[in-house]
C-alpha cells in the first residue's frame, strides 16, 4: 500500500521511538536497556492479531486514545512470556506474579505508557503534529477478543494499521509491538506532514 520513501519515514520514526524508549525505560529500571531496530510496516487491520500470534493468543494489551490534530488509537501489546519477565524485572523477583493482580498491571501499565509515548512522541517531532494520549488501560486476554474490542469502540479507523515490531535487551530479551490504529483521514496527514 505504501511506497518504499514511505515506509523508510515510518522505519525512520521506529528508530527514534525505539530510542526514546529504551532512554525512559533505563531510568525507570535504573540499568542500560536497549531496543532492537524495529520492523515497521503497514498491515490490514484484520492482520494485527495474526500478525500477533494468531487470535486465540493470550497476550497483555496497553491501551491508550491518542488525541491532538491527528486521533487514533494505540496498542502496546506484549507476550505473556514477555509480560511475566518484564514484571520480575519490574518488581526485582524470581517468582511469577499473577498478571491479572493490580500491582503487575500497574507497573505493566507504566511501561506501555512510556513505550506507546515514545513513539508518539518521535511521530509528533518528525511531523510537526501534536498528539496527545489517554491514561492506559490493560487487559490480559485472547488477541481476537482485545481487539475487537477496540474495533467496536466510538470513531472509523483506516482499513490499515502502522505495526512497529521491537525487542529489549538488557535483560533476558522481551519482545513487544507497536499498533497504531489512525481514525479515518490521519495517516494521510501524517505521511503529507512528513514530507511523503
Not at 515510518?10 to 540499568?31: K, M, T, V, Y
Not at 510496516?41 to 488525541?67: C, K, N, R, T
Not at 505473556?80 to 498478571?99: C, G, N, R, Y
Amino acid at each position: 500500500m505504501l511506497s518504499e520513501r514511505r515506509l523508510d519515514a515510518l522505519r525512520e520514526i521506529g528508530n527514534i521511538g525505539s530510542g526514546h524508549a529504551a532512554s525512559a525505560l533505563s531510568d525507570l529500571l535504573q540499568r542500560r536497556i536497549d531496543m532492537s531496530v524495529p520492523k515497521v510496516w503497514m498491515i490490514p487491520f484484520e492482520q494485527i492479531a495474526e500478525v500477533a500470534g494468531g487470535l486465540e493468543e493470550s497476550q497483555a494489551f496497553i491501551y491508550l486514545h491518542v488525541d491532538g490534530e491527528i486521533s487514533g488509537k494505540a496498542v502496546f501489546l506484549f507476550s505473556i512470556p514477555s509480560a511475566h519477565a518484564l514484571v520480575k524485572e519490574l518488581f526485582h523477583t524470581d517468582q511469577e506474579l499473577d498478571l491479572f493482580d493490580e500491582l503487575p498491571q500497574s507497573a505493566l501499565k507504566e511501561v506501555g505508557n512510556i513505550l506507546v509515548s515514545s513513539f508518539l512522541v518521535a511521530l509528533s517531532q518528525l511531523s510537526g503534529i501534536e498528539m496527545q494520549c489517554s491514561i492506559p488501560v490493560m487487559a490480559v486476554d485472547m488477541a481476537g477478543a482485545v481487539l475487537g474490542a477496540i474495533l467496536l469502540e466510538e470513531g472509523e479507523i483506516e482499513d490499515h494499521v502502522l505495526f512497529i515490531d521491537t525487542e529489549l535487551f538488557g535483560f533476558p530479551a522481551i519482545e513487544g509491538k507497536f499498533v497504531f490504529l489512525p481514525q479515518q483521514g490521519a495517516l494521510e496527514k501524517l505521511l503529507g506532514a512528513l514530507g511523503v
